[in-house]
């Protein structure tokens, strides 16, 4: 059974938990930067890594230049970001926003918690970020200063769990983590 896992990462969350599914199925996590088509071709599953900006998966071209290939193929999708799991209005959004609808349904898709070190970001991002957290009144000042960080091992319990399985079974979204600033 071939896995690939690719991935892209702004701040390194997304790349943090590639590393880690890659230590779990023994496999090299990919940047879609160096992926080369013929590991696509081989792959017998695709686990797909991506974080949210402003609402955009930054794999969302990727992922809809390739669904000639993912369409065929069992396809794993976990994306990092601020909004929480269980929030299931808004994590519905971001998947219709990103993922074209006749591939949607086949993916396996889980919503992990990632992070925000304040003093890592550009100064744009920065920015984004206060104002954002201004509209929503929901960030603490302490959050605002130093940022939050909810990127862990355990997070990948659901997704790691359905890869040892078998790509069988019906789709699901991991209720892992919390939602944090968004
Ligand atoms: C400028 C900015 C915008 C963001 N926009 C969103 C967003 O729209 N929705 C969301 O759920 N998370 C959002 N996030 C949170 C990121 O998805 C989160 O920080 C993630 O861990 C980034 O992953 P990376 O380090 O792999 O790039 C945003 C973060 C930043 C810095």
């Not at 938990?17 to 695709?46: C, F, N």
């Not at 349904?105 to 990632?114: E, M, S, W």
Request: glycine fraction near 8%; charged fraction near 25%; include cysteine.
């Amino acid at each position: 059974m071939a896995d690939l896992i690719v991935y892209q990462s702004k701040y390194g969350a997304t790349a943090e938990y590639a590393q880690w599914v890659g230590e779990a199925l023994r496999t090299d996590a990919v940047p879609v930067g160096s992926l080369k088509p013929m590991q696509l071709v081989h792959a017998d599953r695709i686990i797909i890594g991506t974080p949210v900006y402003l609402g955009k998966m930054l794999m969302r071209h990727w992922i809809a230049q390739h669904q000639g290939y993912l369409r065929n193929k069992p396809v794993y999708l976990f994306v990092v970001c601020g909004t929480p799991a269980g929030d299931s209005e808004k994590t519905g959004k971001i998947v219709k926003d990103n993922i074209p609808a006749p591939i949607r349904d086949k993916f396996r898709i889980y919503f992990l918690p990632g992070r925000v070190m304040m003093d890592k970001l550009s100064w744009m991002d920065r920015f984004l970020i206060r104002l954002a957290a201004r509209a929503k009144k929901k960030a603490s000042g302490e959050t605002l200063a130093t940022g939050v960080n909810y990127v862990k091992k355990e997070n990948l319990a659901a997704l790691l769990g359905t890869l040892d399985r078998s790509p069988v079974g019906p789709s699901r979204r991991s209720e892992a983590g919390k939602g944090f600033l968004l």
